[in-house]
């Protein structure tokens, strides 16, 4: 089993549509957890980043943290075109002096005109 | 500040061909990190260097070399290439000792024939 579960998709919404992007995880020990955007040809991105269960919200994006259940959630409201690209959600736990994260697979999001 | 740079952008490789992928940062950054991409992988881990003069194994360290040449660059040798390493490669970087966002070079799109 991964430790890291995504949805590959691909998922298309018209514009305008809130998208919800979802990953589980199994190891407990995870403190931090990330939203990567990528897009085609490109490295990716740091999105949002929280330590904590709850809601973290930053303009269309909201990033909800549930660590009961071992799952996390992107939310994009009002969704653009502009925001097609590969979502990754990605989690760390600090080893020693670096911060090893690990990576899902990524959510591949197209948004209709 | 150009961030994280690599070169090069695309390389063919025949099997059994050795090549090293360069990186850069310029951002004053104390760890780096290699990680590799494939289709329904995500992003996995090959080496990281927590600070300059040191290196440790990821996830997929098999068939890689890495030295981390001075603070600024982190190469990564295939010695010996395999199609199995065919993928798109990253380099990463971030000021470690915790710090949880990585900033990402564009890749290094490497074919094995």
């Known amino acids: 089993q991964k430790e890291v579960e995504q949805d590959p998709g691909p998922l298309s919404v018209p514009e305008g549509a809130i998208v919800s992007l979802n990953c589980t995880y199994s190891?407990?020990?995870?403190?931090?957890f990330m939203w990567y955007r990528q897009y085609s040809r490109k490295g990716p991105e740091l999105l949002m980043y929280?330590?904590?269960?709850g809601n973290k919200e930053d303009g269309r994006f909201t990033a909800q943290v549930d660590k009961s259940s071992k799952y996390i959630s992107l939310f994009i409201r009002d969704s653009q075109p502009s925001d097609s690209a590969t979502y990754l959600c990605?989690?760390?736990?600090?080893?020693?002096?670096?911060?090893?994260?690990?990576f899902g697979s990524g959510t591949r999001l197209s948004i209709r005109p | 500040n150009a961030g994280v740079t690599q070169t090069p952008k695309f390389q063919v490789l025949k099997t059994g061909q050795s090549m090293t992928l360069q990186c850069a940062q310029d951002?004053?950054?104390?760890?780096m990190y290699w990680y590799r991409q494939d289709p329904g992988m995500g992003l996995r881990l090959i080496y990281y260097?927590?600070?300059?003069?040191?290196?440790d194994k990821g996830e997929v360290p098999n068939g890689y070399n890495v030295s981390r040449l001075n603070k600024r660059e982190f190469s990564l040798r295939l010695e010996s290439a395999a199609p199995s390493q065919t993928s798109v490669y990253f380099c990463?970087?971030?000021?470690?000792?915790?710090?949880?966002?990585?900033?990402f070079g564009p890749g290094t799109r490497l074919t094995v024939l």
């Open positions: 990605a989690m760390s736990v600090r080893y020693s002096s670096a911060s090893k994260i690990i």
């Open positions: 190891n407990s020990a995870f403190q931090y």
């Open positions: 929280t330590y904590s269960s």
């Open positions: 951002m004053n950054h104390n760890s």
């Open positions: 260097s927590a600070s300059e003069g040191t290196t």
């Open positions: 990463a970087s971030n000021l470690g000792g915790g710090a949880n966002e990585q900033f």
